[in-house]
């Protein structure tokens, strides 16, 4: 990635300066607060906003910034054949020194983190000599000259003498790239910490944790972050991959997924309360996906970068069954939904109202003192709440559904509850989910649906049928299959039947988000990304480009086009905050269309900036070539009736400024 570094920065630059050209160019006395003349109507302000699942790596070993895997020795066979509490984590001895490492748990650090390493040096030869055990990270830890890392540990003494420990950062070929020592003299659990400062890049360093003098200590929770994480958050994300979220201004971040959210059976729902706290109370484990989760990227720290990026949090918790692919093969089955035993759902529902009082609660509340004492008092301003994802509706789901929607409506009609109606756009259980949502007045129901590109061409009309009293849509998850220009151009054209329905269709959410290289389960994602650097896809930029360009009145005459012509989409909204209209235009046919916009009534500047994706079909970008599809910015001249040519197989995006 490093050598595409000067021609991405260029662009930017570049981008930046036309954007900034066009925005000076057109500084009028704007801002159109009101109704925008014509025939317009209110749409969500929520419309485009972000999925984050912990899928394909997108959590540990992704967006948290956390670089030792395997911190708290908790991984364990039953994860993972050939995982166990020493994974990832190598015990080796230097000169003739030797001792040994061992796991143990009966005096952990807390009881949600059970396992921790007692390493002992029976003997250390000579000066240098050493007895210690070594992290990979996630296939290696990145560091950069000059950069400083945060490294801490749980320790306590076990022999009779305090223990002297070199912790550093190592090359492959044990090249020392920072070093610190530490001395642990408390026969309790103690943290230590250290700053470890690089003096050269290293794509594949170790951390290293040597004992250099003979002795004996229990070590857990070996941390070590960047000190630049986003926003210099402690327990933080990665700053790149954070900055290209908060870069699509999203309306709302939902998380934590998708089927992590109700788990691999019952015991492997995520439970928010096990991700809240400090990082050594919270309880790890396997993740739906395959693989281990620490649960460091937990509720606080969605919740904080939320509000960090000027996103609404929503939060989807379990509907107290599990996955219905649990324990089997993806998406075959249905029978593996398991349902709690309802003498447990008191506790449960209380779980859910524990959250709407943690994240909006007064600080003198049993749950808002937890968030104040993780240091933030003031209230996260909670307004959503999923309720299950793409369950089977079955009439075990749909009893306890109903116990904690009539529970959270109860205590909490402030909160607005989304419903769920299964995995695909349609059949039994989309139109089970759908009635039952109806039934019990569920005012938002999440759909999903992953398909060809031609489907969404074909049903950019969907929504324009859709009643416009029985509940709004929250398309939860969706994506063409396929990375490749012509599946971006077909969702931006479904996007423009979001916008045209965004009176019904209150959030729509891309999925997934991340996939990191080599730890891929699910094919088709939104950004690549590997331990340094990253791609973005076609369908990223699509969804950049509508998310940061939101309007919120949908313009219903103002473009001149053919109905029947599938291939070419188009949307006009208007932007209330800045005045601006907002058109997007879609061709995804192999020539070239022309549309009309009709700008009568309005006052406008003559200059506008256009924005275009284009090329042909199966393009992609990858990490060789990360730009092979990107968006161009230019400026462009507005007049009252626009005829606007939109070459075969592009987007565009014309913001036009207007003023009274
Ligand atoms: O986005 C990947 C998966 O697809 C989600 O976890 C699940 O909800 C959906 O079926």
Redesign the pocket.
């Known amino acids: 990635m490093t050598t595409n570094t000067t021609s991405k920065t260029y662009n930017k630059v570049t981008s930046i300066l036309i954007i900034l050209t066009a925005e000076i160019l057109l500084c009028l006395p704007m801002i159109q607060a009101q109704a925008p003349p014509g025939n317009a109507k209110k749409i969500s302000t929520d419309l485009f906003g972000l999925?984050f699942?912990d899928?394909n790596y997108a959590a540990d070993g992704g967006l948290y910034a956390e670089l030792v895997q395997n911190r708290s020795f908790e991984y364990n066979p039953a994860e993972r054949k050939v995982w166990h509490p020493l994974y990832n984590w190598e015990y080796f001895t230097t000169g003739y020194s030797y001792g040994k490492v061992n796991i143990e748990s009966s005096q952990p650090v807390h009881p949600n983190n059970p396992h921790y390493t007692v390493l002992e040096a029976e003997h250390i030869y000579q000066e240098g000599g050493s007895v210690g055990i070594r992290n990979q990270g996630f296939d290696g830890i990145v560091v950069r000259n000059g950069q400083s890392y945060l490294f801490s540990v749980f320790a306590k003494q076990l022999s009779k003498e305090p223990v002297s420990l070199k912790v550093s950062l190592q090359t492959k070929k044990g090249e020392v790239l920072a070093e610190h020592q530490l001395t642990v003299s408390s026969a309790n659990w103690e943290k230590q910490t250290a700053v470890l400062s690089s003096n050269a890049d290293y794509d594949t360093a170790s951390l290293v944790i040597a004992l250099v003098s003979k002795g004996k200590t229990a070590l857990d929770v070996v941390s070590l972050f960047p000190e630049h994480t986003f926003k210099k958050r402690a327990n933080g994300m990665r700053a790149d991959l954070a900055q290209l979220l908060a870069d699509m201004k999203p309306a709302f971040i939902r998380f934590p997924?998708?089927?992590?959210v109700h788990g691999d059976g019952l015991g492997n729902m995520y439970r928010w309360k096990n991700t809240i706290g400090p990082i050594e109370q919270r309880a790890e484990q396997r993740n739906i996906w395959g693989y281990h989760q620490t649960g460091g990227l937990g509720y606080y720290e969605y919740f904080q970068f939320c509000e960090d990026i000027g996103a609404k949090p929503l939060p989807v918790l379990p509907a107290a069954v599990s996955c219905q692919n649990s324990g089997g093969t993806w998406r075959i089955g249905g029978t593996g939904q398991r349902a709690l035993p309802l003498e447990e759902m008191q506790e449960y529902i209380q779980e859910v109202i524990d959250l709407i009082e943690w994240a909006n609660g007064p600080v003198n509340s049993t749950w808002g003192s937890k968030r104040a004492a993780a240091g933030h008092p003031a209230s996260f301003n909670l307004q959503y709440v999923g309720i299950g994802?793409?369950e089977k509706i079955t009439p075990e789901f749909e009893q306890r559904f109903k116990l904690i929607n009539d529970a959270v409506k109860a205590k909490h009609p402030e909160i607005t509850v989304i419903g769920t109606s299964g995995?695909f756009h349609s059949g039994e259980d989309f139109d089970k989910g759908w009635s039952f949502a109806k039934s019990q007045q569920v005012q938002v129901v999440d759909e999903?649906y992953?398909v060809q590109p031609e489907w969404f061409i074909s049903n950019q009309y969907r929504y324009d049928k859709y009643p416009r009293n029985a509940g709004n849509v929250y398309l939860g998850?969706y994506a063409s299959w396929g990375n490749q220009l012509k599946n971006a151009l077909a969702e931006a054209a479904f996007m423009t039947g979001l916008e045209r329905n965004g009176d019904v269709v209150q959030l729509a959410s891309y999925?997934?988000l991340f996939a990191k290289k080599n730890n891929t389960q699910?094919k088709t994602d939104m950004i690549f990304f590997d331990n340094s650097g990253y791609y973005l896809t076609p369908n990223y930029h699509i969804q950049k480009l509508f998310s940061a360009n939101r309007g919120d009145w949908y313009l219903n005459n103002m473009i001149r086009k053919d109905n029947r012509d599938t291939s070419l989409a188009a949307s006009a909204t208007a932007d209330s905050k800045t005045g601006d209209i907002i058109l997007k235009l879609v061709n995804t046919s192999n020539e070239k269309k022309t549309i009309t916009a009709d700008l009568s009534g309005y006052k406008f500047s003559s200059v506008g900036l256009k924005i275009i994706m284009s090329g042909s079909p199966e393009q992609q970008n990858s990490f060789s070539q990360p730009d092979a599809i990107k968006p161009d910015y230019h400026k462009t001249v507005i007049t009252k009736k626009m005829l606007v040519e939109v070459p075969a197989m592009s987007f565009i995006l014309i913001r036009i400024n207007t003023y009274k």
């Open positions: 999925f699942e899928i997924g998708g089927c992590l994802n793409e995995p999903h992953y998850e999925a997934p699910w």
